[in-house]
């Protein structure tokens, strides 16, 4: 039992360590005086990181001895996971270009990536006997650690965006870049208003009726959507406000909308007070910052990103896939929903890579190529799961 | 002159090569596209024994109480020279169990002219086949195939199947499902020896 | 004409090269100050030149990157589509998909699978799809790989200075010495370049093997997708399933009746019955229903040796035993048995007694067991009594007032006893199932169960895959071309001697900061300046 005690304590260190190592870059960025050298700053800064990276590595394994197997079973422990790799991938990175901005970027994505994990059921879960296999750890990991890479492409992608896009008028290309903006304040107001109310310890119970059985429901958040024809069953809780409309099939739909319609809302006041604060777009209060920022490096790191990261992804996400899945189900291939979406995620840096190298697709195109495979990465790790179940809705 | 000429030529060979190359290479990849579409197409059914392929041979135990019963097994080839309804079917099949009296009824006079009647059933214990017969009086023969292995040789799916084979062990016919009495003569009239 | 003769050197190069093949010429009339497109090392694209006939505009529409690209995308949205709703293998089997979509999903569901949505990627169209974005790969592949492989092969080391002053990264050096060159050159072979020489030009070269990353991992694909094809020889591939009970020995289906599995046991676990688990208690209390922790199927393995006429009694020799387990296939002559799924506790046996009706204590008067796999007739005993199964429905069910059995698997089993005794006028009837005793009329006996035996049915898979060293072998070309291609870069280093000057241009398919990194490297302990990024100069 120590152990797992002990696992937690090391990942929510690693966590900590982290946002410091966020500050220390920040601060890499105002004294830009002596451009190449490598100062104190930066030696603290991704001496930081790699120190934060160790104790979430400690995370790992004593969370694998406690259980008995890898930590990549469930939904809290792949995403948990798929973070460490994306600040790997960051410091392989980092020591091949030594940008700073990359750090002071992609170490708040991998916070905010572990923060969301956070929010899934922490305990260890048994495995089925499908998952008890060497290959459960091969290929979960190699995904992780191929998506994370992928991931580090958009990280640079979106700082070249918005170093580079003109910011003096309202285009097409500002607002989209504002929707990104949105939507990692939307991840935001997902974690924060979770931990809120789970420190409340805030549950309402939902009766309702499907096809003359009684089933029940339980809510973590305050309840907007409550199931169709529901009753509330606890005592001095809100009532549903809304009901979920009847066309969104399954147990626990009426709950995920209702969480997503939350995160939503909290993402678009943390927004609305971020633009408020600024007084101009987000991404053009970020600009300025970055005006030492060279693109073309940006744009390098952003493509190398992927050709490191496909091999790495198609390795992981379909050839171990498919051995394993040989193993375990004697088909290498299946079409359940999340090996189509590895599919689909894998056909679209197919056509990153054709459209660069052969059609020249380079700087903003490109980058916004990586920013659209982040986006597909992210519907498989969340939306497949909860939403088009398959052999994967292990969480 | 001679030397426009020469490279002239050996344009045109190049050209006829290039062509030739190119042709093939499109042929093999489109066949291969067709190869997989039909192939798609037909996957469904490839184990199972069809229309004008040999009926395998088989033998298979009667069921005690069946009818004149003098031999306690059956083998198909036996019955070469003569039509044969080759009718799987089970106790628990609806289907199977309406279509029994009408073999019944027609089995006598088909009896005459060269064709026999034989029901494999491929329920796990012979109680039910016995209680069945007694119920329905069948005096065709009645075979077990308790470890299903003639329903795996014909790659029999649903229940019931029906083969009608010629005199000469040749399938005229397979009928998946439940027959009337009308379509059910009608494919016994197909398999009458031709001697006869 | 479609030959274009270089100005400079006279070579007469094929139609749509851009870059003179013996001399290194940029035949583009010299746009000064634009930077040369390298891809092809400026050879003409097969398909870039002249077409008549109706096999070279197939072949040309099948070689451009835009199809191939746009023959993704088209793949990427089709296979993102048959995901929105679950599949038709992953819906219940025991249902007609057209309602199923219908009731599950409304309007939508029904639209989808009136698109013939429900079963997608077996559709003709997909895999029509796939097929023509595997004909692109060939075409494109043969269509620019042999152009360049050439290109490469007969590059010229001594490049015409306009080819030079046109690439990317170029300097232009007056002040130097002999020695700055030879330490020059040798820092080149520190770091692997391979040096060529012709009247004191120079081509440094490295990694040219990564060129042909993409035409590698292409053949891989085209060894995959073949490999796929494959699967419809039907000796190659064979896809089965057989159920077998506890104790019972079952033909192998697929196998021509020549191999019999016998299932001596099957073991089933459960999470949370061993002290090991104890971690997994919370866990375990939020999921609803146990969960299982390990199957497994002692299985023997036999062959029919007797190779007689197929029902006759066979021969069996056993030729392999061991554990089917979850991830651990049994393997025999290229066959797999996989431990699929279960069916536990089905009845095998069901004792019963015979007592009075009024009898409290319920004294047997006889006793015996059914064995339900092989039930007999009739029970006889000593003491007079007969007793007569009747009827037996394995499964049974009522069915319009009338009882009768929906399978050959005792899950339910109901009988229909006659008691037959010295003290029975004629007999007694009564129907009896699990939760059922019913008298046929004013019964003096009655029947009443004791006690009953179960067995587990093991599911298994039974898989064969020829194909699968083809699809592996693909996939590792696959590998190896995509690694080849990404993790290494072909980079290329010119000199040209002019009279009073040297030329020096760097050229590299990918990672010009990695290039840069080198050549600051490279000019170690020389007085070469770095050289310039002429594609910055447009920028600013």
């Known amino acids: 039992m120590d152990l797992i005690s002990l696992s937690g304590g090391l990942l929510y260190t690693a966590f900590v360590i982290y946002l410091i190592a966020v500050i220390f870059f920040a601060a890499t960025i105002r004294d830009k005086q002596h451009e190449k050298k490598f100062t104190l700053m930066n030696k603290l800064a991704i001496g930081t990181t790699i120190l934060g990276f160790i104790a979430q590595v400690g995370y790992f394994f004593t969370r694998w001895m406690a259980s008995g197997h890898a930590p990549v079973s469930n939904m809290f422990e792949f995403v948990t996971f798929f973070g460490m790799m994306l600040v790997l991938a960051f410091i392989i990175l980092y020591f091949i270009y030594r940008i700073e901005l990359l750090g002071l970027f992609a170490l708040p994505v991998a916070l905010l990536i572990i923060g969301y994990a956070s929010m899934y059921p922490r305990e260890i879960s048994p495995l089925v006997p499908s998952l008890k296999s060497h290959w459960l750890y091969i290929h979960v990991t190699t995904v992780a650690l191929g998506e994370a890479i992928l991931a580090v492409s958009f990280v640079a992608g979106m700082i070249y965006l918005i170093r580079q896009i003109n910011q003096s008028q309202t285009t097409a290309k500002t607002t989209w870049l504002e929707v990104i903006m949105y939507s990692i304040c939307a991840t935001l107001g997902f974690v924060i208003m979770t931990t809120i109310f789970s420190s409340m310890d805030y549950n309402a119970t939902f009766s309702y009726v499907v096809d003359e059985e009684e089933m029940t429901l339980d809510y973590q958040l305050p309840a907007l959507f409550g199931p169709e024809n529901g009753e509330l069953t606890t005592e001095d809780k809100m009532d549903a406000v809304f009901a979920a409309p009847g066309w969104l099939h399954g147990a626990e739909a009426p709950r995920k909308l209702n969480t997503l319609v939350w995160s939503l809302a909290a993402g678009l006041l943390l927004y609305l007070i971020a633009r408020a604060i600024l007084r101009q777009r987000i991404a053009a209060a970020i600009q300025p910052l970055l005006k030492k920022a060279n693109p073309e490096l940006l744009d390098e790191v952003c493509y190398r990103a992927v050709a490191i990261g496909f091999p790495v992804f198609t390795l992981g996400g379909l050839i171990f896939a498919a051995i394993w899945a040989q193993e375990a189900w004697n088909r290498y291939w299946g079409w359940d929903p999340k090996e189509v979406w590895a599919l689909i995620t894998w056909f679209f840096y197919a056509i990153f890579l054709h459209l660069r190298l052969s059609r020249g697709w380079h700087g903003e195109k490109s980058a916004w190529l990586a920013v659209i495979g982040f986006a597909i990465i992210m519907f498989n790790l969340i939306v497949v799961n909860l939403v088009l179940a398959g052999l994967h809705s292990y969480a | ?196 | 004409m479609n030959i274009m003769k270089c100005s400079t050197c006279g070579h007469q190069n094929k139609e749509g090269t851009t870059i003179c093949e013996k001399c290194g010429k940029p035949l583009d009339n010299d746009q000064q100050g634009t930077l040369l497109n390298m891809r092809y090392d400026g050879s003409a694209i097969r398909s870039k030149t002249k077409n008549r006939s109706i096999v070279d505009k197939i072949w040309n529409f099948f070689s451009s990157v835009k199809i191939g690209v746009t023959l993704i995308t088209i793949a990427l949205v089709a296979s993102a589509l048959g995901t929105i709703y679950p599949q038709e293998m992953y819906i219940p089997q025991n249902v007609d998909p057209a309602l199923h979509y219908r009731d599950q999903y409304g309007i939508l569901g029904q639209i989808y699978y009136q698109l013939g949505f429900h079963n997608l990627y077996n559709s003709w169209w997909y895999m029509v799809l796939i097929a023509l974005i595997g004909i692109s790969i060939f075409i494109v592949s043969i269509d620019r790989g042999v152009p360049l492989y050439k290109a490469l092969k007969n590059q010229a080391i001594k490049r015409h200075p306009n080819f030079l002053k046109r690439q990317k990264l170029f300097g232009e050096y007056t002040d130097y010495n002999t020695d700055d060159k030879t330490q020059f050159i040798n820092n080149l072979k520190k770091h692997r370049y391979k040096i060529s020489e012709e009247d004191g030009h120079i081509l440094a070269e490295k990694g040219r093997f990564s060129r042909w990353g993409p035409y590698v991992n292409h053949l891989g694909l085209i060894i995959f997708l073949v490999g796929t094809l494959f699967r419809f020889i039907p000796f190659m591939y064979v896809d089965d399933f057989v159920w077998v009970r506890e104790g019972e020995t079952a033909v192998i289906p697929s196998t021509n009746q020549q191999y019999y599995i016998k299932n001596e046991e099957f073991i089933f676990e459960t999470y949370g019955n061993d002290d090991e688990d104890a971690i997994f208690e919370e866990a375990l209390q939020n999921t609803s229903g146990p969960v299982p922790k390990h199957f497994e199927t002692n299985a023997v393995i036999y062959e029919d040796v007797s190779r007689d006429v197929i029902g006759s009694d066979p021969e069996l020799k056993e030729v392999k035993s061991g554990e089917i387990i979850v991830n651990e296939p049994l393997k025999i002559n290229g066959l797999a048995l996989y431990q699929d799924s279960y069916q536990l506790n089905e009845f095998q046996t069901m004792s019963f007694k015979l007592h009075e009706v009024d009898d409290e204590e319920e004294e047997a008067i006889v006793e015996f067991t059914v064995d339900l796999t092989d039930p007999e007739s009739e029970y006889v005993f000593d003491n007079g009594y007969r007793i007569e199964l009747n009827r037996y429905y394995p499964e049974y069910e009522l069915n319009n007032g009338e009882p009768r059995s929906v399978s050959n698997y005792p899950r339910n089993p109901g009988f229909v006893f006659f008691v037959y005794g010295p003290d029975i006028e004629e007999r007694e009837a009564s129907f009896l199932a699990i939760g059922q005793n019913i008298p046929s009329g004013d019964n003096q006996y009655k029947l009443s169960l004791t006690d009953f035996g179960v067995r587990d049915v093991s599911g298994l898979k039974i898989r064969k895959d020829l194909t699968l060293p083809i699809i592996g072998l693909g996939a590792f070309i696959f590998m190896v071309g995509v690694i080849q291609g990404m993790y290494w870069q072909h980079r290329r280093i010119w000199i040209h001697q002019a009279a009073d000057s040297m030329y020096i241009a760097c050229h590299t398919n990918k990672n010009w900061y990695g290039l840069t990194r080198e050549f600051e490297k490279m000019i170690d302990g020389t007085s070469f300046t770095m050289v310039r990024d002429q594609e910055k100069k447009n920028d600013s």
């Open chain 2, 1 to 196: 002159m001679e030397k426009v000429e020469q490279a002239k030529r050996k344009k045109r060979v190049k050209k006829r090569n290039r062509f030739i190359f190119r042709s093939a290479i499109l042929v093999v990849l489109f066949g291969a596209l067709v190869f997989a579409i039909v192939s798609n197409l037909t996957a469904e059914e490839e184990t199972a024994v069809d229309k004008n392929e040999q009926a395998p041979d088989f033998q298979l135990d009667r069921v005690a109480n069946n009818g004149d019963a003098v031999e306690s097994s059956l083998q198909l080839s036996d019955l070469e020279g003569k039509g044969v309804m080759l009718n799987f079917w089970a106790t628990y099949c609806e289907p199977c169990e309406r279509e029994m009296p009408y073999m019944e009824e027609l089995y006598p006079k088909y009896k005459e002219q060269g064709v026999e009647i034989v029901a494999v059933s491929v329920d796990a214990t012979e109680l039910v086949i016995d209680k069945f017969v007694d119920h329905y009086n069948l005096s065709f023969p009645i075979l077990h195939d308790k470890d299903s292995q003639v329903l795996d040789a014909y790659g029999i799916v649903p229940l019931p199947t029906t083969y009608f084979i010629d005199e000469n062990g040749v399938v005229v016919d397979r009928v998946l499902g439940e027959l009337s009495l009308e379509r059910l003569e009608s494919y016994l009239q197909e398999i009458v020896p031709k001697g006869t």
